[in-house]
């Protein structure tokens, strides 16, 4: 039995009463759609699509086709058939006009001449190949078609999809099955078999509702596809995948080149045996890794205790600070007005401020304990005023803070954009664009730019770092004795250096006592023993103690902070 006298016969029969009935009235309708599909043994399918139009009265430029062309497979995963529109035409072969486009998931096709309108009974072939629309599942292929797309305008009496099987398969062993109706609809669709295809029929369907058809063929019906060209079908379904994050790496290597390198950067680091004159710790600590922490803060406290404003006196109390018995007391030694502090930087007086609050007289002290939940709110404007006194002295291009927040704000912007992308289930864009927010992530630290300026005193910084950790005894024994407070004086600087181990190492043999601007506990009790080491560490540990109570806020600390800046 020949499927295109015998079949095909039966299915024009079976369709063709409602097309008779119909007359060329005023409402438009699609009289008869008949799909010709055929199975091709690379894995592809050969579409010819007849649709007869009556527009009845109606005066139309001509029909939009719609042609789904992004799915998601059986087993969850997206893929994209690609279409190749060979030719579009009307009932006697002539060339009919048209446009195509992509819009999101579908293929348009809008097929008309916008200088000519159309009426009554029109007839509309398509012809198309779509490659990859036969899935291979456990070796069997699979073919999952929309005939008839369910954005179709008009209703349509007779509908059909021949589908045309490759050579010698086993008919008995086909599995079947269509749909009609909107979206989601479960109603079946009729199915006739034939030797060498398949007929998938419907009447009557509304506009909105359309055909889709499902054939599966027993194993060795068709070759499977190689690993290769699996392999290109992966990369035509994830292209976006790749693309994306690399081309934001590319992006952000081309801004970094132009903005983000340091100036005269790359030249060699000598020894350098004092550290730089112009910069406080605070500054050297920001320069050296670019950002302003807490051992930067911690580093503005020792540095204005070894400059003598200030003395630091380790206690006992009996009231718990962060998990200690031990509180440290405060005493200001210079007056707030006092040429000395109106010499200090802006945020060495918003430390001293935040510090010791309204008391502005010699003498007045604080405890740590009492700043608990109120130093942090000044934290971040001592953290903005180190980084505007890195700019103002042209260390740095901009605020190394305010450029990694921008690379931020445009790395979150991306996320934002791939999560929309994944709920949208654009997976391969959205997991591209996720993978270009995280290479913005890992580009951020590196995007602040020091000036020339800025770069040669990171590398007099550097260098002074590895003095301290070359730890030259006799050089030290030197310098200690043509600077008794050398040890105090420049502890700041290794501290933020991460050096302060090596500092103390040096001294070791040298230093006897603790410097004139830290009491320890016992300080003069004749239990008491001095050790550079032993000082460090205890330093270090009333630092880490201090670190956690400035960070630590309160309920009440907002208004308390808010009445300390306005005096």
Known sequence: MQFKSTLAALVFALLAVPVFCAS????????????????????????????????????RHGIIRTIPVDFESRDGKPY??????????????????????????????????????????????????????????????????????????????SASALLYLPPGVDLTKLKLDAWQGAAGSEKRAEILIAADGVAYQARNLQPGEGLTIAAQLPADSMPLPSRAQEAIWFLEDWWTAFLIPLSVFTCMWLVWWGSGRDDDAGKPIAVEWEPVKEL???????????????????????????????????????????????????????????????????????????????????????????????????????????????????????????????YVGIAIAVVLAGICALAAKHYPSAFGLLAGALVIFGWVRAMPARTAAGSKKTRESLGFQRFVRMSEKERIRVLAKDDPTIFGRLLPYAMVLGAADQWAEAFKDIMTQPPDWYEPYGYGSPDYSFSTHGFVHDLGGGLHTMEQTFSTRSASAALEGTERRSD
């Open 80 to 157: 994209r058939t690609d279409l190749r529109l060979l030719s579009v035409e009307d009932g006697q072969h002539d060339s009919r006009q048209y446009t195509i486009a992509h819009h999101e998931n579908d293929i348009v096709i809008t097929i008309g001449d916008p200088s000519e309108l159309l009426t009554g009974r029109q007839t509309f072939v398509i012809h198309y190949t779509l490659r990859r629309a036969i899935h291979f599942f456990d070796d069997k292929p699979e073919v999952y078609f929309n005939a008839i797309d369910d954005q179709w305008k008009f209703p349509i009496l």
């Open 280 to 406: 406080t710790p605070a500054e050297v600590g920001t320069l050296v890794d670019e950002r302003v922490d807490m051992q930067d803060i911690l580093s503005i406290l020792v540095d204005l205790a070894a400059r003598g404003f200030l003395k630091i006196k380790e206690i006992e109390d009996t009231k718990l600070v962060m998990f200690t018995t031990k509180d440290y007391e405060f005493t200001r030694l210079r007056a707030a007005g006092s040429p000395e502090c109106e010499a200090l930087t802006e945020y060495e007086r918003l430390f001293m401020q935040s510090v010791f609050g309204m008391g502005t007289a010699v003498g007045t002290t604080r405890r740590l304990s009492d700043l608990k939940g109120s130093f942090s709110y000044d934290l971040n404007n001592i953290r903005s005023a180190i980084y505007r006194a890195m700019v103002t002295k042209r260390l740095f291009h901009k605020n190394p803070e305010e450029v990694r927040s921008g």
């Open 24 to 59: 060329s009235g005023a409402a438009e309708l699609t009289e008869t759609w008949t799909d010709t599909i055929r199975m091709q043994r690379d894995g592809s399918l050969d579409v010819t699509e007849n649709i007869a139009q009556d527009f009845g009265t109606a005066k």
